[in-house]
T-cell receptor, first 116, second 111 residues
């Protein structure tokens, strides 16, 4: 595997389910990110990890819970979601610590989440 | 605070025609600017970035963008569109501690 991978690619869940999204980066990067992409809205940054330490949480509801066990893996645990949480969830990584202004972020293909 | 505005949510061109995707920025400090592309069912991929070295930035796949401070613009161009350029394009500015993205422009290329 190369780059940033995400599993599953598609997920359908009910409002009472618990599920997890997984992201893995094979680039040796130091920062990882979760974004939410909804139609007709800018990408929303949800969480940021530098060296597996969370540095940002942009007022994300507690029904989304991130976990970063090491610098290569990032999870997003989901529980009791709402239909408006349906979106494409993108993971990204960057070589420099988050906040380095010129650094490039590398994105995974995303998980298309549908909440029924 | 930094922000970007992409003018036109949809742009359609014929194959071989000029591609022009518009991006205007707002920044209280010298900005760092990016263009990313998202092909169907894929994540975002960096096309090019402006980091204050040269105002005309060349990227991948024949795209380039020019930083114009007087117009607060960073428009993306390609002289001749190809069918494979059909995708969504995002302009972004580097904020205090994160990237701030525009709402995207979907490019359609007709044969």
């Amino acid at each position: 595997e190369t780059g940033v991978t995400q599993t599953p690619r598609h997920l359908v869940m009910g409002m009472t389910n618990k599920k997890s999204l997984k992201c893995e980066q094979h680039l040796g990067h130091n920062a990882m990110y979760w974004y939410k992409q909804s139609a007709k809205k800018p990408l929303e940054l949800m969480f940021v990890y530098n060296f597996k330490e969370q540095t940002e949480n942009n007022s994300v509801p507690s029904r989304f819970s991130p976990e970063c066990p090491n610098s290569s893996h990032l999870f997003l645990h989901l529980h009791t979601l709402q239909p408006e949480d349906s979106a494409l969830y993108l993971c990204a990584s960057s070589q420099e610590l988050a906040g380095a202004p010129t650094d490039t972020q590398y994105f995974g293909p995303g998980t298309r989440l549908t909440v029924l | 605070a930094q922000s970007v505005t992409q003018l036109g949510s949809h742009v359609s061109v014929s194959e071989g025609a000029l591609v022009l995707l518009r991006c205007n920025y707002s920044s209280s400090v010298p900005p760092y600017l990016f263009w990313y592309v998202q092909y169907p069912n894929q994540g975002l991929q960096l096309l090019l970035k402006y980091t204050s070295a040269a105002t005309l930035v060349k990227g991948i796949n024949g795209f380039e963008a020019e930083f114009k401070k007087s117009e607060t613009s960073f428009h993306l161009t390609k002289p001749s569109a190809h069918m494979s350029d059909a995708a969504e394009y995002f302009c972004a500015v580097s904020g205090t501690d994160k990237l701030i993205f525009g709402t995207g422009t979907r490019l359609q290329v007709f044969p």
